[in-house]
């Protein structure tokens, strides 16, 4: 006799697995290249979220729309929450990179 627990571990598919790795890589990417456009562009304050929660909103519709081939549920255990959600890790380094392309481009034009 199966438990619930173990008709649940049967509903984990080993490659949708490997993908959420692929998607966590995405979305750090996706991060680190709007911190630099916004540090390059000299972005301050409420601007600089604004194109940080634009990337999340354009990655997240793009593995949408591609590759959750609109039914992110399917893939994702939290479905489309799980795919815009940024996670912790990505604020900070969408931070981190934000201010590290802006000091560097305030230091060009000095």
Not at 66 to 77: D, T, V
Not at 89 to 105: A, G, K, P, Q, R
Request: glycine content about 8%; some cysteine.
């Amino acid at each position: 006799m199966a438990t619930t627990t173990d008709n649940a571990a049967q509903l984990i598919f080993a490659p949708n697995v490997l993908h959420n790795q692929a998607l966590t890589s995405v979305k750090f990417l996706s991060s680190c290249f709007a911190g630099a456009v916004a540090g390059i562009l000299g972005l301050e304050n409420w601007l600089g979220f604004a194109l940080f929660i634009a990337s999340i909103v354009s990655t997240s519709f793009i593995i949408y729309a591609i590759n959750c081939r609109g039914k992110p549920a399917k893939y994702l255990p939290g479905g489309l929450g799980e795919l815009v959600n940024p996670g912790q890790d990505n604020i900070f380094t969408f931070i981190l990179v934000w201010t590290l392309f802006y000091e560097v481009e305030l230091a060009s034009h000095r």
